[in-house]
């Protein structure tokens, strides 16, 4: 991958908790469609099962954090050491002013911060509006693809039959479209030269497959009729 052409989209960390969000519940889904069903436990009505989404959602999250404490995710934020609001009370830190510029925040500031209400904070320093890049995300977390599985009942392979193969030879080998039908006594020709387990294409087999792979319209044959001058009115 060239420079020129490398991703250089960045997420916010809501952007990205919600890629790896959908990722992680997708992935756990399918896993537990194909585990074996367990025994429902009783609930009382004002205790009811929790719905497995959110344990899941909170594990991405977990994991989103985990990448960037251990530098396997490089994010970015504008840094600040100002308390011009003092220690902060409630939802606020207290931290103001700021960088305008993003600077790469380091796996032992993740570790040494709380990350909270969109801000990394730590005692003496925040970082707000965190980015990171879409594809190192995107690399982590690959989008979930679920595993096509074939219908119950049926094959992973679909049922053909020796007949089936000569006939589609026949249309590959003579390119029999729908404009362009052939004719029917070279098809015919051609099927009494092949085999079918060894053994020779009957005359009457060979008529049968060679009226089979050409369309209904085709069997009736002849030239269309070309109307023209009544000769009974011509002198």
């Known amino acids: 991958m060239s420079l020129q052409s490398l991703d250089r989209t960045q997420w916010s960390f809501a952007e990205a908790l919600a890629h790896v969000q959908n990722v992680t519940v997708a992935r756990r889904a399918a896993e537990a ?8 436990p009783a609930h009382n009505h004002w205790n009811p099962p929790q719905d497995p989404t959110i344990a ?25 050491e100002e308390r011009p609001n003092g220690w902060g009370y409630g939802s606020s830190s207290g931290f103001g002013l700021h960088s305008g510029y993003h600077t790469s925040i ?11 209400s969109d801000r990394l904070t730590a005692r003496d320093w ?50 029999i479209t729908a404009e362009d039908q052939g004719k029917k006594d070279c098809l015919v020709d051609w099927f009494l030269e092949q085999q079918i ?18 369309l209904p319209s085709a069997q009736r044959g002849g030239a269309k009729r070309v109307l023209g001058p009544d000769p009974r009115q011509t002198g």
């Open 33 to 40: 469609a194909k585990a074996p069903p367990k025994p429902v």
């Open 56 to 80: 899941w959602k909170g594990e991405a999250e977990n994991e989103l954090l985990v990448a960037l404490r251990d530098g396997d995710l490089i994010a970015q934020g504008r840094y600040t």
């Open 106 to 116: 380091r796996p032992e500031q993740w570790r040494e911060g709380r990350y909270f």
């Open 126 to 175: 925040e970082f707000i509006d965190i980015r990171m890049p879409r594809f190192l995300v995107k690399a982590i977390w690959l989008d979930f693809v679920p595993e096509v599985r074939p219908a119950a009942g049926m094959d992973a392979v679909p049922y053909t039959t020796p007949y089936l193969d000569l006939m589609q030879a026949a249309i590959a080998r003579f390119g």
């Open 197 to 214: 387990e060894g053994e020779p294409v009957s005359n009457k087999l060979a008529d049968a497959m060679a009226t089979l792979i050409r």
